[in-house]
């Protein structure tokens, strides 16, 4: 059996936190071909584990795959209030 360690469970315990109640909407944009998308689609993984997702069965997903080589974003729509984090240069490793 696979026992995780370090940064891997550390990861897994916080997923493990993560409630999507007060989340409305969440909208990725990303350039496949930009250095810095791999961490959204990381991102968007982990966000989709059923698990995740069955904390609110109301949260809508929506992915805009773009070409024109601008930095990745991840918006969020918490009630009325709209939160924009930019990925810039995020890294999940040490």
């Known amino acids: ?26 909208e990725y944009t990303f350039d496949p071909f930009h250095r810095s998308s791999k961490d959204v689609r990381n991102f968007m993984y982990y966000f989709s584990a059923p698990k995740i997702r069955d904390t609110n069965y109301k949260c809508a997903f929506k992915t805009n795959i773009v070409s024109d080589n601008s930095e990745p974003e991840i918006q969020c729509q918490l009630g009325k209030i709209l939160r924009l984090i930019q990925l810039i240069d995020v890294s999940f490793s040490n």
């Open 1 to 26: 059996m696979f026992k995780p360690s370090g940064l891997f469970h550390n990861i897994l315990q916080q997923l493990k936190q993560v409630d999507l109640r007060p989340v409305q909407k969440i």
